[in-house]
């Protein structure tokens, strides 16, 4: 297993696969120690969840590095995802005990109310994209639930997965209580099926979630999917131009625009769709694109040359298709996955950048007449993971915000996940949640207890 600098198209290091036997091993270990684990009291919990909040913060370049290494997240950023991790697991450290206690429901009984127990092992499996967060925003929350963990991270950042492993292993947590098993997708299904995991959470794409979704079905397994996204960033004909403009760059370019909730179709009324055009193009142009490790730097690689292929696919067709191009669009040669900050307009439904998630740093400008028009284009989609509505009349902006189809909607603002907000989508972005109360009591057993 190869972890490959995604900026040089050089190798970095080769990791050992786990053999079946091993992966076994670590499977029942896992289980073994969620046998104790799930006694210790919440206040050890927390004190070992807010250590691995500590040993985020004080590693924090070694880790951020070592992101930037594995899949070319711009260092800025890659640090910004590390305090974020150290944030979730405060969070939950401060939070579960009070979200798991006992709910006191009023019955005929003399006492009734619904208790939260753990389930025993949980298998995440992990994206590249975020690869410390994806990770800790369902680790913290299942630790200290009273869960173990088994990681299947993606192949191409094996790094972050023993890193992340270490993080729990220096802030005092139990052996196995957090297992990085080092196997191919191929391996994932002997995983699901052994009886001592009993839940299966992933965050990936349509086709991962479909296998993992199938095979836990078959075997009766509570599952957690979050899949891909085509985010609406709505502009309506009183929305503040140039800060929304500001905003959607970011919204797009986050992480190169690798980001499930990233904005990637920018849904913009006709009589505002030429100045949006001139000044988000502007500030794409001025984009700065290269070694991620620089701090200058805005704009990273893509984390793969079969991913920098098929955005390129997806735009050349849209153009082929009556899109048009105002800045972008061309690879470029030399070593590194880049592919530089794109823009299209005039994009119709049936284009590739309108129906596809696009998975990199492509915008899709989508005139529209009005606001029934353009909320219509926003569910017409099979998506439904995120989205914004730009307007100085708050009211009109929550009343569109309740008829968007998707899992979170934040109007005047860029979406984003907050481990206070519940995270997860609607149609093929997926089912359940993660993040605050809701996120927790995903992978519990929500016990009803009726005393006469």
């Known amino acids: 297993m190869e972890s490959i600098n995604p900026a040089t198209g050089q190798t970095i290091a080769a990791y050992s696969v786990h053999s079946p036997a091993q992966v076994r091993q670590l499977v029942e270990s896992t289980h073994q120690t969620y046998l104790k684990w799930r006694e210790i009291s919440f206040a050890e919990r927390k004190e070992k969840m807010q250590k691995a909040a500590q040993v985020l913060r ?26 974020k991790c150290a944030w979730v697991c405060d969070y939950y450290a401060e939070n579960a005990e009070a979200f798991l206690k006992d709910e006191i429901v009023h019955t005929d009984a003399s006492r009734s109310f619904v208790s939260f127990s753990p389930i025993g092992v949980v298998l995440a499996v992990m994206p590249w994209n975020f690869p410390f967060w994806q990770v800790f925003r369902f680790a913290a929350p299942a630790l200290m639930a009273g869960n ?27 052996k196995h209580s957090f297992s990085a098993l080092m196997i191919g997708s191929g391996a994932v299904e002997e995983v699901i099926r ?16 479909k296998r993992v979704a199938s095979i836990a079905g078959d075997e009766i397994k509570k599952t957690v999917l979050e899949l891909g996204g085509s985010d609406p960033f709505i502009v309506l004909e009183d929305a503040d131009i140039p800060g929304c403009v500001l905003t959607s760059s970011v919204a797009r370019m986050l992480n190169t625009g690798q980001s499930c909730i990233a904005a990637k179709r920018f ?22 694109m290269g070694d991620p490790l620089l701090e200058e730097t805005q704009v990273g690689p893509m984390a793969r ?7 390129d696919e997806q735009v050349q067709q849209s153009v082929k298709m009556g899109a048009r191009l105002l800045t972008g669009g061309i690879r470029p040669t030399g070593a590194g996955s880049f592919y530089p900050p794109t823009v299209l307009t005039d994009v119709k439904p049936g284009m590739p950048v309108f129906e596809q998630e696009t998975f990199g740093p492509v915008s899709a400008i989508i005139p529209v007449k009005n606001l029934e028009e353009a909320i219509a284009f926003a569910n017409r989609s099979e998506f439904g993971l995120g989205g914004s509505i730009w307007t100085k009349d708050i009211k009109k902006g929550e009343a569109a915000a309740r008829r968007i189809e998707s899992g979170a909607v934040f109007v005047n603002g860029m979406t984003k996940s907050d481990p206070r907000l519940p995270f997860g989508g609607v149609k093929k972005s997926g089912y359940g949640r993660e993040l605050s109360h809701y996120g927790i009591k995903e992978f519990v057993n929500i016990k009803s207890i009726w005393i006469a």
């Open 305 to 311: 040359p079969d991913l920098v292929e098929e955005l």
């Open 58 to 83: 004080d590693n924090k370049e070694g880790y951020a590095r070592l992101m930037t290494l594995e899949m070319g997240k711009i260092i800025k950023e890659s640090r910004a995802e590390v305090e």
């Open 267 to 288: 849904i913009v009324v006709e009589s505002r769709v030429k100045e949006f055009e001139e000044q988000q193009t502007a500030i794409m142009k001025g984009m700065k």
């Open 148 to 174: 173990t963990a088994l990681l299947k991270h993606a192949s191409n950042v094996p790094g972050c997965a023993r890193a992340i492993e270490d993080v729990f292993t220096k802030a005092g947590f139990p």
């Open 194 to 209: 052994h009886p001592a995991v009993k839940a299966v959470t992933l965050t990936g794409s349509e086709l991962a979630g």
